[in-house]
């Protein structure tokens, strides 16, 4: 299939899923409920909250721009934390984000920090290394390190006697 024949497919499947939701929400609402709500709602305190915690997720958008242009991804993913972040206080309100602050902190060990591989990880990896080599090499295993990898050490009895095998067949075709 083209290229230009999925993104097609693609944007209608969005237009069409848009369209079945707005539809859903227009013949299963009840709108009489739902205006009589928002006309007792205290309507200045919604827009106090959507200037304050919209704010949160324009200015998340906008890092998430800035660091599009840039090109530093790092700086999109603080911007979906950032996002989510104010769509709990937006949505659900301060109380929520409360009781959501340890997952919503835990969030952040889902992305990957690039710049800390050759501060943190990369030390580490020789560490758990020399470790597990001293490890293998005590219960029996013989083992070398190259560089952070851990190899099977060779058996020098067991290549001798190969090699001088290989020299005899060589020694054995030219008589």
């Known amino acids: 299939m083209k290229q230009e024949t999925k993104s ?3 944007w209608t499947a969005r237009v069409v899923f848009t369209f079945g939701a707005l539809w859903f929400l227009a013949t299963k609402l009840n709108w009489q409920e739902f205006l009589a709500t928002l006309r007792g709602a205290q309507v ?3 827009l ?3 200037a304050a915690y919209g704010g949160v997720v ?3 958008l906008g890092l998430y721009w800035i660091g599009y242009k840039v090109d530093i991804t790092i700086v999109g993913f603080m911007s979906l934390q ?3 972040g104010g769509l709990i206080l937006w949505l659900l309100g301060w109380d929520m984000m409360k009781a ?5 902190i835990f969030l952040m060990f889902s992305y990957p920090f690039y710049f800390l591989d050759n501060i943190i990880s990369f030390p580490l990896r020789g ?4 470790l597990s080599q001293g490890f293998l090499n005590l219960v ?3 083992t070398m390190r190259v560089g952070t990898a851990l190899v099977s050490a060779p058996d020098y009895v067991a290549g001798l006697k190969q090699g001088y095998r290989d020299w005899e067949k060589i020694g054995r075709a030219h008589v």
């Open 82 to 84: 950032l996002m989510i």
């Open 127 to 130: 560490v758990m290394c020399e």
């Open 8 to 10: 097609w497919l693609g």
């Open 48 to 50: 106090a909250a959507l």
């Open 44 to 46: 200045g305190w919604l």
């Open 58 to 60: 324009l200015a998340a």
């Open 140 to 142: 029996g295993v013989d």
């Open 100 to 104: 959501l602050a340890f997952p919503y």
